[in-house]
């Protein structure tokens, strides 16, 4: 059995009885079917029997039967709980030999056919809209409304096309994606099949080759689970053969559905976010109400009938329901959320979306927290304040409130760095994003004046960033070794945390060391990017190997356990982050690169202001480096001693730069011309 990533094409093939057997199963987007090809290498030698099944019927929580008619499978029901109605239809396609349909048991038998091609469809009434998250039970779908019209016109579509033009289309389409990005860690092919890869290097036999495998199998399953019109990766991508999947397979917004995304920007698959885009437009009215809501309840004073009292979202959605924040997690959540769309404004230079879709979206997060805040002294804090699913002691509650309590409790504090980063990194991308589209909103001068009076970032006295303002030593408050690390998310996916704050970039390693690599899979994903934001490369990867040896399922599927992609999708972003930086307004290459991937390459991995950028490097040195312009703008790069480096275009022609001192460049691209930087 095989999967090839190049192609997104799994194959099994066998030999019984003389007779070699293959089997192609691909996913076709374009065309919105499964196909499956059955091949022998002797004529007449397929002979078997298709029978569908629809699972779960005895938990009585849905109803449904199967029809057979000369070559089709039908599969059709209901689900009462949303008056959810679905459809599957199965096309056999035999070429040689005979089919048989068995309507008694919903079967087809296939008798010495030469080769099979089995097309499966399917369809329900769900539509993704404001409706769905905001009407209940039964009405939140149409219960008259059946996929079987869409179902078979799709299903026509792919017999006309047949298999080979099936096969073309998909090609295209995922190669379109897939194929933008290469990268090479100093590593070699091997012959080893993966399931043994990983065996070794669990056992302490590391292989280069399984890190960059890594790498790209995430970018096939973010390709795979998150395309346009379709619903957003979700805690487990869009996998599940159970009933009730895992943590509900649901959209986690206190870091999962988040660390999902991190990557699809830098690593040349913005498209892949759109479906993300798509569900924000469609639970936005909800979230809206819940602003309300949450302003009525803990800021009357703030609220004001007819005004826009912002959006807000809590951790655990699902395909239809959003909650507001409150609970084990902050308000924070929004501001992580919103993190995202400033991301793919920032790497795509989408002006549309920025005007339509961004800086509205984040003006209203903005004025939602204007209205969460609340006077401390000469500081503006969200009270009340939650850092994502840590708890205290008894003891500790006692100790800092004074108030007795019994057991593990959720600590509601004022201010915690997680809710105070996301309003200030909320403010600065709306003040980005205005100034980008020259607006004059008069709120803008609310969030300037409130900007300076958060203080998000505070230093204990363990050396450590606070995750809570009632801290003194490290883990005053929480457990030390807590899989979150939300009071560095100003770190990443933030960018108060940078260079240019020597301090605090120290407390942030200080706190990472405190806090340990063992954890979950996702979290040791988190890990590894903020030890990359911090230029600490070994480290970055030392927590990329501890993901691989203690977190990865024998598929590569990253584990919680149970499996959640999330940890696939972040250390994926983890890889990009190693390897290319922009965050800071330049573009930096290989600025944290482990010793052991000392010589490489990397192409077409995608810095902020939308320029494609290749690397190659040699014992930890850049040695050249390609620039493409997508949007235009000034392009900014550092590098050591860039500066007496040659800039040239894709004719050879020289280009004059600006820069800042020997370790940096700036120059004017030309949109859709590669430049190139040699001899740094």
């Known amino acids: 059995r095989s999967l090839n990533l190049n192609e997104a094409i799994a194959h099994v093939s066998y030999e019984k009885d003389g007779v070699r057997y293959q089997r192609e199963y691909f996913a076709s ?25 629809i699972p779960y019927l005895a938990l009585k929580q849905r109803k449904g039967k199967i029809t057979a008619t000369e070559n089709l499978l039908t599969l059709k029901g209901s689900m009462p709980l949303f008056s959810c109605n679905f459809e599957g239809q199965i096309k056999v396609l035999n070429e040689g030999g005979s089919l048989t349909t068995d309507a008694k048991n919903g079967a087809i038998k296939v008798n010495k056919a030469d080769a099979v091609t089995l097309l499966i469809t399917s369809g329900t009434n769900y539509r993704l809209s404001a409706k769905t998250f ?27 096309l047949g298999y080979a033009e099936l096969k073309k289309r998909h090609l295209s389409d995922y190669q379109n994606l897939f194929g933008r990005v290469s990268v090479n860690l100093n590593s070699k092919p091997t012959s080893d099949p993966t399931h043994i890869l990983l065996e070794k290097y669990q056992k302490g036999k590391r292989d280069n080759w399984l890190e960059e495998l890594m790498f790209q199998y995430g970018r096939y399953l973010l390709i ?42 830098s690593a040349n698959l913005a498209e ?5 885009i798509g569900f924000f437009e469609a639970y936005l009215p909800i979230a809206q109400q819940h602003a309300t809501d949450y302003v009525r309840k803990h800021n009357p004073g703030q609220l004001n009938k007819g005004e826009d009292n912002g959006w807000i979202i809590g951790t655990g959605a699902n395909a239809y329901y959003v909650p507001s924040a409150g609970g084990h997690s902050g308000p924070g959540t929004g501001g992580f959320t919103a993190k995202l769309l ?45 850092s994502p699913e840590q708890s205290a002691t008894a003891e500790q509650i006692k100790r800092i409130t004074g108030r007795a ?8 504090a004022v201010g915690c760095t997680f809710d105070q980063g996301f309003v200030w990194e909320s403010y600065a991308d709306t003040l980005k994003m205005a100034d980008a589209l020259d607006s004059e909103d008069p709120f803008l001068d609310t969030i300037r004046k409130q900007i300076t009076k958060l203080d998000p970032i505070l230093v204990g006295a363990s050396g450590q960033i606070k995750e809570y303002r009632e801290e003194t030593n490290y883990s005053d408050i929480g457990s030390p070794t807590h899989r979150h690390i939300s009071h560095l998310c100003p770190l990443y ?15 942030a390693s200080k706190t990472l060391d405190l806090r340990g690599n063992k954890t979950t899979g996702w979290a040791l994903a988190h890990r590894m990017n903020c030890r ?4 600490e490369g070994d480290q970055a990867r030392e927590a990329y190997e501890q993901f691989i040896r203690t977190r990865t399922a024998t598929n590569l599927w990253a584990l919680h356990p149970p499996f959640q992609i999330d940890g696939n999708l972040g250390t994926m972003a983890g890889v990009a982050e190693m390897l290319l930086q922009s965050h800071e307004g330049v573009i930096k290459v290989i600025p944290a690169l482990p010793r052991v991937w000392s010589t490489g390459h990397f192409d077409g991995l995608v810095a902020r202001g939308n320029f494609v950028i290749s690397a190659k490097w040699k014992d930890g040195k850049a040695t050249e480096l390609s620039i493409l312009s997508r949007s235009g703008g000034e392009c900014r790069i550092a590098y050591p001693g860039i500066g007496k480096a040659s800039l040239t275009d894709s004719s050879g022609n020289e280009i004059k730069v600006s820069g800042n001192g020997k370790d940096q460049i700036h120059f004017t691209p030309t949109v859709g011309e590669t430049y190139t930087v040699k001899t740094m």
């Open 532 to 535: 990359a934001r911090l230029g």
């Open 405 to 412: 309590t019994s057991g593990r409790k959720a600590f509601s």
């Open 272 to 276: 892949c976010f759109e479906a993300y």
């Open 224 to 265: 795979s689970s998150s395309r346009q019109n379709s619903l957003p990766a979700n805690l487990q991508g869009a996998w599940c053969q159970d009933y009730y999947s895992p943590w509900t397979g649901g959209f986690w917004h206190n870091i999962n559905v988040q660390m999902n995304y991190w990557g699809s920007m």
């Open 493 to 507: 996916p933030g960018t108060m945390i940078n260079s240019q704050k020597s301090e605090w970039m120290q407390a």
């Open 29 to 53: 987007y374009p065309d919105n079917v499964i196909v499956i090809r059955l091949s022998a290498d002797q004529k007449g030698a397929l002979s078997f029997t298709v029978r569908p099944e």
């Open 342 to 386: 400033v991301d793919y404004y920032d790497f795509t230079q989408d002006r549309a979306f920025l005007k339509e879709v961004g800086y509205p979206a984040m003006l209203s997060l903005s004025k939602f927290y204007s209205k969460a805040l609340k006077p401390h002294g000469d500081l503006l804090l969200v009270e009340p304040s939650a």
């Open 134 to 160: 905001s009407n209940a039970g039964a009405k939140k779908l149409n219960p008259n409304e059946f996929p079987h019209d869409a179902v078979s016109a799709r299903m026509q579509a792919a017999h006309d």
